[in-house]
């Protein structure tokens, strides 16, 4: 369901995933039934998807996804929607990165094609994070400025023109491919256009047409052209240019969409004629205007992009009523009204609401045109309603892809360019496994990070030599607190750190068990006799140290007890008889060191 004002241009690269619910459905009926406007000429019509051509008996899946685009491409909107659907199953299961983007990418174009901005925005953060973890960078910089489009519809300024930025720096890694940087300058100029910036886009497609000589493929040159034409007219109109450059713009519009039906491109003609029509309406060229109408109207329906012909039914209805034709216009008031019911399109109905009041207004219907225009209120108030909704599902998407685009990045990034972003990364992996597994203050080894060293010393043991560990605690340290403050606790927490990093060897295991307590787990099978000789140098060492250059009167000492683990023994149970061998050591006096029995 569309929530914002979309504009009729196309877009030239491809993506999606199966629709979700949209927002504001639930709201949806009851606004249609109280609509009270006349029944439609003819009943609903059920959409049946045009026939997908037959594909080869030995058809690869990569050749069933060149179908499916070719069809969205050549305007067989729904059959290629359908084939893209039916193979993403397939490339789900083969767990084929690469293929399951190219399927999110075909798609994209046939929801944006059929008016329907949710599931492109859906397909668009799925479709870059695919790509990105494929590694394929043309196709991702096509994938960036499709979802650019999408967030720029919904109105998401700031995250549309920071994507298209993003974009345009990765432009030289296709310097040699001009077609791809065609695609993007069509594609950006939609992003510009849907952001009122009309110079912009003109430029963008001015560079996508200049482009367009260097390879052979006439679709895209004729999308930029048409799109920079129906601007341009629009622009014209919009600055009151004088009426003769606006018919002489207007005829080479209309020559323009003249090829688009020789050329079977009808898909196309949909996106441009409505724009048109309503610059004849505001000149005064009904006739025309009726003619433009017609082709669009049948243009829709060939191609299959039904929620484009409500906004055709309701210019139709504009140019009969202004012509005081009111039954006529009430029959496309409401055909228009089963289309945008049929689309679940709440802008669209608003729309028909405000026109339904201005012809009953036309016939003097004053209670009626009330009724409606209350009706285009409400509608307008679901809509906006439906926008907010709308873009805190962009958020949350976006919020899902960010998750596991840090868990996946390191294995997807693969060319040098993007080399830093991957260091980066890694220092940042880097620093978070760093604080879980480090003490802040001293730098040592935290609880954690010792449970797991001693089980890995314990399992690399040397037979008939126990593991001995010893826990340490600095003597008095609450008085050294007190009478020296905290900020000289925690320096001569930090000294300690070091010191004992500095006295035992690099395979001991160093850490502060917490408060003022640290253990130590000795490396390679040193025995209980040599541990002892280790722990009185550390005591001795410890003692020694110039504590009066940090503060006045200031003297540190530390008390140690060590204890083999024994067989069957927990290392729980053994820092227990360690601890209680420094429990020793305080009731003898304290600076001392002493082994468990």
Request: hydrophobic share 45%; net charge neutral; with cysteine.
């Amino acid at each position: 369901m569309p929530v914002s004002r979309q504009r009729a241009r196309a877009v030239t690269v491809e993506a999606g995933l199966t629709p979700a619910r949209s927002p504001g459905e639930l709201g949806f009926a009851q606004i249609v039934g109280a609509a009270n406007l006349r029944p439609p000429v003819k009943p609903p019509r059920k959409k049946a998807a045009a026939p997908a051509p037959v594909a080869a008996a030995e058809e690869t899946l990569a050749e069933a996804l060149e179908r499916a685009l070719q069809m969205v491409r050549g305007g067989q909107v729904e059959a290629g929607l359908a084939l893209s659907h039916k193979l993403w199953p397939q490339a789900s299961e083969a767990d084929d990165v690469l293929q399951m983007g190219i399927c999110q990418h075909v798609m994209a174009i046939g929801y944006h094609y059929n008016g329907k901005l949710k599931e492109a925005l859906t397909t668009g953060y799925l479709g870059i994070e695919l790509f990105t973890r494929a590694g394929d960078t043309v196709r991702l910089l096509r994938m960036m400025s499709l979802h650019a489009i999408t967030l720029a519809q919904l109105g998401q300024a700031a995250e549309a023109m920071g994507l298209l930025g993003r974009a345009v720096q990765m432009l030289p890694l296709v310097a040699d491919e001009p077609w791809q940087q065609c695609v993007f300058w069509n594609n950006a100029g939609t992003v510009y256009d849907s952001l009122d910036q009309t110079d912009e886009a003109l430029a963008a497609w001015a560079r996508c047409i200049e482009l367009s000589p260097h390879f052979d493929e006439p679709s895209i040159k004729a999308i930029a052209k048409g799109n920079l034409l129906t601007v341009r007219l629009g622009a014209l109109c919009k600055q009151k240019a004088d009426r003769e450059t606006i018919l002489a713009a207007y005829a080479e519009q209309r020559r323009y969409l003249d090829e688009l039906v020789q050329d079977g491109r009808l898909h196309l003609v949909t996106n441009y004629v409505a724009e048109s029509a309503d610059v004849m309406i505001q000149l005064g060229e009904t006739d025309e205007a009726r003619t433009l109408l017609r082709l669009g109207l049948k243009a829709a329906q060939t191609a299959g992009v039904g929620p484009k012909r409500a906004r055709l039914e309701l210019l139709q209805a504009r140019v009969e009523r202004l012509g005081g034709l009111h039954r006529l216009a009430a029959a496309h008031v409401a055909e228009a009204q089963a289309l945008a019911t049929e689309s679940q399109d709440l802008e669209m109905l608003a729309r028909v609401h405000l026109e339904n009041s201005l012809l009953q207004e036309a016939q003097q219907h004053w209670r009626a045109a009330l009724d409606s225009y209350k009706r285009y209120a409400e509608t307008r108030e679901a809509l906006l309603a439906a926008q907010a909704e709308a873009r805190s599902q962009a958020l949350a998407a976006r919020v899902d892809v960010e998750r596991n685009r840090v868990e996946a990045e390191l294995a997807r990034l693969r060319s040098a360019e993007l080399q830093r972003e991957v260091e980066h990364l890694a220092e940042e992996a880097g620093e978070l496994k760093r604080q879980a597994l480090e003490d802040p203050l001293t730098g040592l080894a935290n609880r954690r990070q010792f449970e797991r060293r001693i089980a890995q010393l314990r399992a690399e043991g040397v037979p008939g030599r126990p593991l001995v560990l010893m826990m340490g605690d600095i003597d008095h340290f609450k008085r050294i607190n007190d009478q020296h403050s905290h900020t000289q606790g925690d320096e001569v927490l930090r000294t300690i750190g070091r010191l004992m990093r500095d006295h035992l060897r690099p395979h001991d295991v160093v850490a502060r068990w917490g408060g003022e307590e640290f253990v130590v787990g000795f490396g390679a099978g040193l025995t209980l006799a040599r541990a002892l000789g280790v722990a009185e140098r550390l005591r001795g060492t410890i003692e020694r140290h110039a504590w009066a250059s940090m503060a006045d009167g200031l003297k540190v000492t530390m008390s140690l007890g060590l204890a083999e683990c024994r067989d069957g023994e927990t290392l729980a149970d053994t820092l227990q008889r360690a601890d209680a061998a420094l429990y020793e050591c305080k009731k003898g006096g304290r600076n001392q060191v002493r082994a468990a029995r």
